[in-house]
Nanobody
């Protein structure tokens, strides 16, 4: 599975932006697709995840209620709609994927993901 993120940009606090992740390759099986973000000098952190087949979702507390993750299997794409952006949302956003035989919960550790996109920069200013 290959991933390519897009949609980042320079925004003001309070604005909205949608990110896209194009998914190519074989997505047969139980895949989890997630968004992570990494601010300068900080670790890469989980933002939101979705199961490719069933559409179950999970969010980090910092974005819950503001961000929405979704996927379109027919278009082989995953999305992250970001509303009410804050300065602390500034980061490089990555899409990631992992195939899991039996999905009990959506992994939140970047170490568990095997496929990564190249990242897209989101900068939020006041």
């Amino acid at each position: 599975v290959q991933l390519q993120a897009s949609g980042g940009g320079l925004l003001q606090a309070g604005e909205s932006r949608g990110l896209s992740c194009a998914v190519s390759g074989h997505t047969d099986g139980n895949y989890v697709m997630s968004w992570f973000r990494q601010a300068p000098g900080k670790e890469r952190n989980f933002v939101a995840g979705v199961t490719w087949r069933g559409g179950a979702t999970s969010y980090s507390d910092s974005v819950k209620g503001r961000f929405t993750i979704s996927r379109n299997n027919a278009r082989n794409a995953m999305y992250l709609q970001m509303n009410t952006l804050k300065i602390e949302d500034t980061a490089v956003y990555y899409c990631a994927a992992v195939k899991i035989p039996f999905i009990v919960e959506i992994p939140t550790s970047s170490d568990e993901y095997t496929n990564w996109g190249q990242g897209t920069q989101v900068t939020v200013s006041s």
